[in-house]
């Protein structure tokens, strides 16, 4: 929760010399009636909180949901039905195992309450293609996005480190589809709210793949 | 607008950097064992030789004290927890069906209590591990050590309770060198108190340690 006030506070503070310091653009006379969201490429920002129920080989080792998961993600806005920017995003899963008697062939018996853990941090190039014009209240879309995944595997024996700990950088590929309500006509400011999917090709530590659906609701702020 | 100036623009850069703090926060993960309690840390770690014949061994004989490994340094202890530990592993003993005996009764079984302290980080304790006896008091000054090929699957930066079980009957046999045919990690939190319960925890989880 702390986390969430922080990230938002941050990003009002963040935002707060943007809208100030945007440069105008001189607009004639005759076409003032027009939008400049309709006329100009724009930006937006968006941060976005979730949750996610790991998939495929990922929900073998935990099929815990997990319930942090952010992202941050900040888009040019085209006057037509596009946008493409970039995502930051991060997903983490959680699991604790009661204590269990784990044996081992070689005539090891290890007495220990697992925990077990894979966070997946992201950053992808993101595509958007909108149903709706630039100013519309409601605003349905579909995405994709391409990049990299620096995914962390933890196993913990009690408070004893595997020695297959460690984090690997992966490809990852995300799609997803939602909705962005603008909350005032020509306004800065909306709401989002996104299902997606996310894949990373992983095979290690005895996991097959690390996958996720997750949904998601979060703010938007765009100016021009 | 041209497509360079557009991302030479201070918008996109405030764009960008917004995306770049994000990423920046997001890196401090919270530490996945700060709810863990310190009876939940433990670890109970046993490894046994598999040739082995638990049930071909009638005595064993306790070390009166604990050794006391820290790094390269060692020493005894017997202190109120270390007698109390002693006492209960004698008792497991026991319960499995072995008599207790003197040292000087030559016993089958040697068994050795040891409190590692290790500092070094990302250091595997085995095959370096064992071997913390002292033949000379065990009766054998002249024998050697025998380590077969445990291991401990644990990166190590801890203090932690050993006991081991050595072979002080096939001495001859295993060209004059002292065996340990058994040997348990008690690692994690709270090691200081409820030996009991520690030294209880890793009999239980070796069924094939018995008499009969």
């Not at chain 1, 603008?182 to 400011?189: A, D, T």
């Not at chain 2, 764009?15 to 926060?25: E, T």
């Not at chain 2, 109120?80 to 003197?102: C, E, H, K, P, W």
């Amino acid at each position: 929760m702390k986390t969430i006030v922080f990230l938002s506070g941050l990003f009002c503070v963040l935002l707060m010399p943007a809208g100030l310091l945007a440069q105008q653009p001189v607009v004639p006379r005759e076409t003032q009636a027009v939008s400049p969201y309709q006329r100009y490429t724009t930006y937006m920002v968006t941060l976005r909180y979730g949750v996610a129920q790991p998939l495929g080989g990922l929900s073998d080792y935990i099929d815990q949901t997990g319930t942090r998961n952010f992202a941050l993600a900040g888009e040019w806005v085209r006057p037509g039905n596009l946008s493409y920017g970039a995502q930051y995003s991060t997903n983490s899963f959680k699991k604790r195992l009661p204590r269990q008697l784990y044996t081992f062939g070689d005539g090891a018996d290890v007495s220990a309450v697992q925990t077990r853990t894979v966070s997946i941090q992201s950053l992808v190039a993101t595509g958007k293609y909108h149903f709706a014009g630039v100013n519309a209240r409601t605003r349905p879309y579909v995405q994709v996005g391409l990049g990299a995944a620096l995914v962390d595997y933890g196993l913990y024996w009690g408070n004893l480190a595997d020695e297959a700990n460690g984090s690997t950088v992966h490809f990852t590929a995300q799609i997803a589809a939602g909705s962005r309500f603008l909350f005032g006509r020509e306004g800065h400011w909306g709401a989002d709210v996104q299902a997606g999917y996310q894949y990373v090709p992983y095979a290690r530590s005895g996991i097959s793949t690390v996958a996720s659906a997750g949904a998601s609701v979060g703010l938007f702020y765009r100016w021009w | 607008m041209s497509n360079l100036n557009h991302f030479k623009s201070l918008s996109c850069r405030i764009l960008l950097g917004i995306v770049m703090a994000g990423g920046a926060i997001g890196c401090g993960a919270p530490d996945p064992l700060r709810d863990l309690n310190a009876t939940d840390s433990q670890v109970f770690i046993t490894n046994r030789d598999r040739a082995a014949d638990f049930a071909g061994y009638a005595t064993f004989s306790i070390a009166d004290s604990v050794n006391v490994v820290e790094n390269d340094r060692r020493g005894y202890s017997a202190d109120n927890f270390d007698l109390s530990l002693i006492n209960t592993t004698a008792q497991a003993m026991t319960s499995r069906g072995y008599t207790r005996v003197t040292r000087d009764q030559k016993p089958d079984l040697g068994v050795n209590i040891t409190y590692v302290t290790q500092t070094q980080t990302g250091v595997t304790v085995n095959p370096g591990l064992g071997g913390f006896y002292d033949p000379f008091y065990w009766g054998y000054g002249g024998a050697g050590s025998f380590y077969p090929a445990y291991y401990s699957y644990y990166q190590v930066s801890e203090s932690y309770w050993y006991v081991e079980l050595l072979d002080l009957k096939n001495v001859a046999q295993n060209g004059n060198k002292i065996k340990t045919v058994w040997n348990a990690q008690i690692r994690g939190g709270g090691l200081d108190r409820d030996p009991d319960r520690i030294i209880n925890a890793v009999f239980g989880q070796s069924g094939y340690l018995r008499r009969q």
